[in-house]
T-cell receptor
């Protein structure tokens, strides 16, 4: 079956431009995550979607960043007025949601190949 | 606030050796812990997921253990091979912020033929 896909794989843009990154999760996965990985650093959580619940946006670094998800399918991460410090690999992951004893936890995350964003 | 630390940051060993990668976390109230590998220029591949009620998980030559009380997990790789060379990341999901998964900064592993 298809894994998580992301597009574009590479994006070069000029400072101040807006960019839109796309993530197609695995079919049936209700949970979707966006992460950022700067060169040589670990992953930073950006945002989490779980079904129809309100997303957890607590990791978004500024109001220039926003993300949307239509139902349980495609998600787009938008960065407005890009800055050079936005240069990074943006990774998307999806997983099933498991309900255990009234709590919702999640299963293994599956990652897409990422979008490498370079802001000149 | 959950913090995840991985030591060492880099490790180089000859092929065939058994090795242990370490992960520690500050908040023991976790849902689960997951180990990933990341190959250069590629996304992450999940290796093992340990739920909070479990002590260990095994897959092939890999064994991951979890000790919540001490805030530690180890990833044991048996009979290492050059193809095991990658960066290994551990990631923790905590009760305090269930939607966030906090990653360690990784251990860059190099297996010398």
């Amino acid at each position: 079956g298809a894994g998580v896909s992301q597009s574009p794989s590479n994006k070069v843009t000029e400072k101040g431009k807006d960019v839109e990154l796309r993530c197609d999760p695995i079919s049936g996965h209700t949970a979707l995550y966006w992460y950022r990985q700067r060169l040589g650093q670990g992953l930073e959580f950006l945002i989490y979607f779980q079904g129809n619940s309100a997303p957890d946006k607590s990791g978004l670094p500024s109001d220039r960043f926003s993300a949307e998800r239509t139902g349980e399918s495609v998600s787009t991460l938008t960065i407005q007025r890009t800055q050079q410090e936005d240069s990074a690999v943006y990774l998307c992951a999806s997983s099933r949601a498991l309900r255990t004893s009234g709590r919702v936890s999640t299963d293994t995350q599956y990652f897409g190949p990422g979008t490498r964003l370079t802001v000149l | 606030k959950q913090e995840v630390t991985q030591i060492p940051a880099a490790l180089s060993v000859p092929e065939g050796e058994n090795l242990v990668l370490n992960c520690s976390f500050t908040d023991s109230a976790i849902y689960n812990l997951q180990w990933f590998r990341q190959d250069p220029g590629k996304g992450l591949t999940s290796l093992l997921l340990i739920q909070s009620s479990q002590r260990e998980q095994t897959s092939g030559r890999l064994n991951a253990s979890l000790d919540k009380s001490s805030g530690r997990s180890t990833l044991y790789i048996a009979a290492s091979q050059p193809g095991d060379s990658a960066t290994y990341l551990c990631a923790v999901r905590s009760y305090s912020s269930a939607s966030k998964i906090i990653f360690g900064s990784g251990t860059r592993l190099s297996i010398r033929p």
